[in-house]
């Protein structure tokens, strides 16, 4: 059974980066079955898809984050991360890793509460 486990730092500053990395377990990352995705979810808001990486290391974004965000991983680890720049007090938010088939998330993270404040 695959599991996703974020960490990263729970507090960032205005204009600073938001880095997270999602451990993945239970299955290999570079496998065609699963795409790898970050979600995250603003505190009284809905779940917001930011992006994916796929089997092969392709990469997609949502375009309301494209250029602000990048995906990344390291295949040795068996992990992906995330990139936001920029950030401001609306990127708080709890944010995600999932694993997706098609358009449904069969395996999520617990989630990690990121703080965007002076």
């Known amino acids: 059974q695959v599991q996703l486990q974020e960490s990263g730092p729970g507090l960032v500053k205005p204009s600073q980066t938001l880095s997270l990395t999602c451990t993945v377990s239970g299955g290999s990352i570079t496998t065609n079955y699963y795409a790898w995705s970050w979600i995250r979810q603003p505190p009284g808001k809905g779940l917001e898809w930011m992006g994916v990486?796929?089997?092969?290391?392709?990469?997609y974004y949502s375009p309301s984050l494209k250029s602000r965000t990048s995906i990344s991983r390291d295949t040795s680890e068996n992990q992906f991360s995330l990139q936001l720049s920029s950030v401001t007090p609306e990127d708080t938010a709890v944010y995600y890793c999932?694993?997706?088939?098609?358009?449904?998330?069969?395996?999520w993270g617990q989630g990690t509460q990121v703080t965007v404040s002076s």
């Open positions: 990486i796929a089997y092969d290391g392709s990469t």
């Open positions: 999932a694993a997706a088939r098609g358009s449904l998330y069969d395996y």
